[in-house]
């Protein structure tokens, strides 16, 4: 009997840790924060609220995904908050121009406005891409650079005043509109973790973002374009960084020069917690998803908590440092028993 206890211990030991090895910190995190906040406030565990959390994370949902294809290759987009703020602002500045010219056709105004604020939210992603891709400049350096070019763009064109007259329709389907309870941004956000899910497990172009991201020069000598590749990878991520882009402007109803400032940080802070490494070639789609989600559950949490706005930064800071070093722990036993 005395020797069941040790024993007992031990394979429950053996289990939680199996359990860290094969599914990471996030899953536990986050259903530890889903319990603490549900016995702290009442109202966090209804409808409604899960709700507000998924379409308030629906938008960092979407530019972390991009963020992820970046990172699988080594590298990071420091310029997707002027690529929100360039989308913005262009397509609410096409949108009130055509609105006013034609205010009894609001569709026409949406779909002369929408393709201008993708298109110059992607030029953003186009021209890292040939900064890092062709040219060979580090990503830190071009994306720094254009994330402060995109956001002098956008305040220039809208002298730091917001753009209004977007044609109701637009913020009504894109921004309040919706079905079974929620908002269209968080359908949005589904289709397109569904697609990039596709996109990295099932092409040959995601698993060559791979490829590149684990090792550069092996991926060339086994024929892969790792120019394109690179090239495709900024491309792609201020694509979904300018749908998102879309959204929030649909939300606000009014395109903003600002609202782009913290999500540089905040998409790389998911990605990091999900477990994309800063070095390349590793990231999973669900668990990127997980990790914009939790950030959400832990902003909305600790508001509806009634803990301080300080304190709050402070906390999820210290979360993030934590879950890096949590994956790093769990990335060395891995090495061990490989």
């Not at 997707?80 to 360039?86: E, F, I, K």
């Not at 609105?99 to 949406?110: E, G």
Request: charged residues 10%.
């Amino acid at each position: 009997m005395q020797q069941a206890i040790p024993s007992d211990q031990q394979a429950k030991t053996q289990l939680l840790l199996r359990l860290f090895l094969s599914i990471g910190v996030l899953p536990i995190l986050l259903l530890i924060a889903l319990v603490l906040f549900s016995l702290l406030s009442d109202n966090f565990f209804t409808f409604n609220n899960i709700a507000n959390v998924l379409r308030q994370t629906s938008y960092l949902t979407i530019v972390a995904l991009g963020q992820m294809i970046v990172m699988l290759t080594a590298g990071f987009d420091l310029s997707v908050g002027s690529t929100l703020a360039v989308t913005s602002v262009t397509s609410a500045l096409g949108m009130a121009g055509m609105a006013a010219a034609y205010p009894d056709q609001p569709w026409l105004a949406i779909a002369v406005g929408a393709p201008i604020g993708f298109l110059c939210g992607l030029a953003v992603g186009v021209v890292n891409g040939i900064g890092v891709a062709l040219l060979g400049v580090s990503p830190f350096i071009v994306t720094l650079g254009m994330a402060s070019v995109g956001f002098c763009a956008a305040l220039y064109l809208t002298s730091g005043t917001p753009v209004r007259g977007i044609p109701y329709a637009f913020a009504d389907t894109f921004g309040s509109g919706g079905f079974w309870g929620l908002k269209a941004p968080v359908w949005v956000a589904v289709i397109i973790a569904i697609a990039a899910y596709i996109l990295l497990n099932w092409t040959r172009l995601g698993r060559h973002f791979y490829a590149v991201g684990g090792n550069l020069k092996a991926a060339a000598l086994s024929g892969v374009h790792t120019r394109l590749t690179l090239f495709m990878a900024y491309a792609v991520c201020a694509g979904l960084t300018s749908i998102a882009g879309l959204l929030l402007t649909a939300r606000m109803e009014t395109g903003e020069a600002n609202i782009g400032t913290s999500m540089p940080l905040q998409s790389i802070a998911a990605c990091v917690i999900a477990g994309v490494s800063l070095r390349g070639g590793t990231g999973s789609v669900p668990y990127v998803v997980l990790g914009a989600v939790f950030f959400g559950v832990i902003e909305n949490g600790m508001n509806l908590s009634g803990v301080n706005s300080y304190l709050q930064i402070g906390v999820t800071g210290a979360i993030l440092i934590f879950a890096a070093f949590a994956d790093e722990f769990r990335r060395r036993l891995i090495g061990r028993k490989a």
